[in-house]
């Protein structure tokens, strides 16, 4: 079945930097779309970035510039490079095979 299991997510002060990365099994990863989503406390979990099967990446306005979303077919992953991060970049992040399934979520939490 589809796997989807993220990882790299941790603390950080404001300023630093993370990468997550979303290993996919179960599906043939080359020819699917793929997304990051994030979901904070309290908040409706949004779309952050997302990468299609040809590497046309797009972002949400308030990560353009600090997120990058990049892929490796040969490794069957996807990965989110977070730089410059702010305090309200801290949320669950959650790879996903546009649209249907989900991974089980890393927590990325960024301090002042």
């Known amino acids: 079945q589809v796997q989807l299991v993220e990882s790299g997510g941790g603390a950080v002060q404001a300023g630093g930097s993370l990468r997550l990365s979303c290993v996919a099994s179960?599906?043939?990863?080359?020819?699917?779309?793929m997304g990051w989503y994030r979901q904070a406390p309290g908040k409706q979990r949004e779309l952050v970035a997302t990468?299609?099967?040809?590497?046309?990446?797009n972002y949400v306005d308030s990560v353009k510039g600090r997120f990058t979303i990049s892929r490796d077919n040969a490794k069957n992953t996807v990965y989110l490079q977070m730089n410059s991060l702010k305090p309200e970049d801290t949320a669950v992040y959650y790879c996903?095979?546009?649209?249907?399934?989900w991974g089980q979520g890393t927590q990325v939490t960024v301090s002042s």
């Open positions: 996903r095979v546009l649209y249907t399934n």
């Open positions: 990468i299609t099967s040809i590497g046309i990446t």
């Open positions: 179960g599906f043939i990863f080359s020819i699917n779309n």
